[in-house]
């Protein structure tokens, strides 16, 4: 396999172009094989929501873009692909046709997952050259933001799966037996079955039904899933309480779980013409863009929790995160990074608050640089910022890609003083700068001393490397 991996991608509708978003943003090419001729441009669109919305989770510079191109034919896509994606309709017979293509032209060492809802793996591998190679990889729309992936197979070809996934920053769950529907489409099945009884028999609106979800437990599902959000509902007692509390209610006819109602014309009717009055005053596209929004927030706010998927967010960064700076005799390039949608502000612009978030990352960059890292501030030594100086001058938007270059001022026993510059790196325009002055303190007496061993030696060593700079030109503006 080549170091620059590629992805094919077979079918490029709403998942299909997902997972060709994931892979491209993630610094894969990626083969697009799709007879419809709109293809391109479906792809292109849910291209451009991934743009706006994948690298907002990231705290760091996000992988360069990958190269994105479509195939003239299957064969052409497939060979030399290192993972390819079979995301094509739900008729077994169409997948059967599509695998034994694939097969006679791609690598033996190739991956290839398909992205099934219900099929299970022995289905999809009967007739197959190469059984072994075919495997479950089902994933969740949207598949650039969601990192789910359930995967089935065999053994061997889901651990190399998964550590591909676990590089574009997905959280691959290996299923232990094969079943149909795999783990999550069975339970939303479930809710789907007893969503449309509520709807038939009156009780409620595809809108309240929507409502009782976003406002209530799915909220809890997002971030604690059943089972641990049950434990919580058995208080101090915990998930046996729980059980022994609510456990005689599965046996009450509370639902129709095993019965499905009739979807006649006018059930079918009745749900399409909820459904147009709850959203249809917004397009396809523009819900996709509400729905990215919130993913992206929701899921930035379980980062600073490290919670969830935030927890794997956090990991992702760390895998990305650039070296630290090493020349110390030339301005810093001490931060690079997106602007995400949960900085903006009703001006429709970055809050004001969040320039200091960015100049405070580049400050923690310079202090990484001496080596007042973590390991120093467990030790009890750190740095305070005691001022900030920041000018605003141009409005900073949503998506825009930003760096910031940071020069040393003073470094001088406690005192540590950096000006930074935060430009917009698309046009090399500055953005905001910031005078900052930190000092070094005990964290046990909560007051200035003096800096230690090889942090002395190092800040002193980059004052001075840094003294013989000429000042920023908008310091001398």
Not at 77 to 97: C, F, M, N, Y
Not at 239 to 261: E, N, Y
Not at 437 to 457: D, K, N, W, Y
Request: proline share 5%.
């Amino acid at each position: 396999m080549s170091e620059q991996k590629t992805a094919a991608i077979i079918g490029g509708g709403v998942i299909g172009g997902g997972w060709a978003a994931r892979f491209l943003l993630n610094g894969w090419d990626v083969v697009v094989s799709d007879p419809d001729p709109e293809a391109k441009r479906k792809v292109g669109e849910v291209l451009a929501n991934a743009r706006r919305s994948l690298p907002a989770l990231s705290d760091v510079s996000v992988p360069k873009e990958g190269k994105l191109s479509f195939a003239a034919s299957l064969a052409e896509a497939v060979a030399g692909a290192d993972w390819i994606q079979e995301s094509a309709p739900e008729r077994l017979d169409i997948k059967h046709t599509i695998f034994a293509e694939i097969q006679k032209h791609c690598s033996p060492d190739a991956l290839i997952g398909s992205s099934t809802s219900g099929f299970k793996p022995s289905e999809l591998q009967q007739g197959a050259a190469r059984p072994e190679q075919i495997f479950v990889a089902h994933p969740f729309n949207p598949v650039y933001l969601l990192p789910v992936i359930e995967l089935v197979g065999v053994e061997a070809t889901l651990l190399r799966a998964r550590d591909v996934l676990d590089g574009i920053g997905m959280k691959p769950l290996i299923v232990r037996k094969e079943i149909d529907a795999h783990i999550a489409d069975r339970f939303l099945e479930a809710v789907w079955r007893e969503a449309l009884w509520l709807i038939k028999d009156g009780i409620a609106t595809t809108q309240e039904i929507d409502d009782v979800i976003r406002y209530g437990f799915g909220m809890r599902w997002a971030q604690m899933g059943l089972f641990e959000t049950y434990r919580i509902a058995g208080g101090e007692a915990g998930m046996r309480h729980f059980i022994a509390q609510f456990g005689p209610c599965l046996s009450w006819p509370w639902t129709k779980l095993m019965d499905v109602p009739e979807l006649t014309q006018e059930l079918t009717d009745m749900i399409a013409d909820q459904s147009d009055a709850q959203s249809g005053m917004h397009s396809i596209r523009e819900l996709e863009r509400i729905r990215d929004d919130n993913l992206v927030a929701m899921m930035r706010a379980l980062k600073g929790r490290n919670w969830g998927s935030g927890e794997l967010l956090n990991a992702h960064d760390v895998r990305n995160k650039p070296p630290l700076p090493t020349g110390i005799d030339k301005p810093l390039t001490t931060l690079e990074r997106v602007i995400p949608i949960d900085w903006m502000d009703y001006n429709g612009h970055m809050n004001e608050s969040r320039y200091g978030q960015v100049f405070s990352d580049a400050g923690d960059v310079v202090m990484a640089m001496v080596g007042a890292d973590q390991e120093y501030i467990a030790g009890g030594l750190s740095y305070f910022t005691v001022s900030n100086e920041i000018g605003y001058l141009n409005e900073t938007h949503l998506g825009d890609v930003i760096h910031v270059r940071t020069q040393v001022l003073e470094a001088r026993g406690k005192k540590l003083r950096l000006y930074h510059e935060m430009i917009r790196t698309a046009d090399n325009e500055l953005l905001a700068t910031c005078n900052q002055l930190l000092i070094h303190v005990s964290l046990e007496t909560r007051r200035s001393c003096e800096p230690e061993g090889e942090v002395l030696a190092k800040i002193t060593a980059l004052g001075e490397a840094q003294s013989k700079l000429p000042k920023p030109a908008s310091m001398r503006d």
